[in-house]
């Protein structure tokens, strides 16, 4: 493959380990530590709530936020979608592209924090993120990159685990802080007349075996249609 120049530039489907990250170093250096402590971290398989909307939706261009080892974008790349899949973690972005390679699956990857990724505008006809860890800045630019990333007519499917927004900071020892994250119902309360809420509710979870977040039992499901 070449560029305009005619220089050679790496194929979609793969991801190179010295590839400019753009976004917070510590978000990344933080991911990076959780996803190199285990050989793997989640649980290699599609998240439940992600293939049960996908099912009614034809194959398009998706976005898939906060990716990690890739399980939802090789899922995807196989069901015939053109898949872009961003992620700060290096270490979980290799592990993703060697999956994608393993499947025969073109993905493009990107290395990147959401609110800092040169995403085109209004380009998806969908927008996946599977329990994304955003942080929250005063200007809510994660829930708005989100929502600006969606094509006219798209759908953006954000899926979170039930509970965890109304956790008490002090519950929990981990310096685990809800207030610090962008939950669905931040999203729900920026959405315009432009958008039409076609989910938003919390349901048990189809968990998929195995995997770090095995314990969460339900999930907070917004799901969102663009009309223009
Ligand atoms: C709980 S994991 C979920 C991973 C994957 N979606 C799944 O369901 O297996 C959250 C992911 O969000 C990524 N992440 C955190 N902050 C991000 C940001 N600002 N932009 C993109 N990804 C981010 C983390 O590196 C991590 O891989």
Redesign the pocket.
């Known amino acids: 493959m070449t560029d305009d120049n005619g220089a050679a530039s790496p194929a979609w489907d793969t991801f190179l380990p010295g590839d400019a990250y753009v976004?917070d170093a510590a978000?990344r250096a933080e991911?990076d530590s959780r996803y190199a402590d285990r050989q793997q971290l989640?649980s290699g398989r599609p998240?439940g709530a992600l293939v049960a909307e996908v099912a009614g939706l034809a194959p398009g261009r998706v976005l898939?936020?906060?990716?990690?080892?890739g399980?939802?974008a090789v899922w995807l790349a196989r069901g015939g979608w053109d898949v872009t899949a961003?992620?700060?973690?290096g270490v979980?972005l290799e592990r993703a592209a060697g999956h994608a390679r393993d499947a025969g699956v073109a993905v493009r990857w990107v290395h990147?924090?959401?609110?800092e990724a040169a995403l085109p505008p209004a380009s998806f006809d969908l927008v996946s993120a599977?329990?994304?860890?955003?942080?929250r800045t005063p200007g809510a630019a994660?829930e708005r990159a989100l929502l600006a990333a969606v094509a006219p007519g798209g759908v953006l499917l954000l899926v979170h685990h039930a509970g965890m927004d109304t956790q008490q900071a002090h519950d929990n020892d981990s310096g685990f802080d809800p207030a610090d994250y962008v939950w669905p119902s931040m999203v729900d309360a920026l959405l315009t007349d432009d958008w039409t809420v076609e989910v938003n509710e919390q349901r048990p979870r189809v968990a998929p075996d195995g995997g770090a977040?095995a314990h969460h039992t339900d999930d907070l499901v917004l799901r969102v249609r663009r009309l223009r």
């Open positions: 976004g978000v991911w989640w998240n898939d936020v906060g990716c990690g080892e399980a939802d961003l992620e700060v973690s979980a990147a924090s959401l609110t599977q329990y994304p860890a955003l942080l994660a977040g």
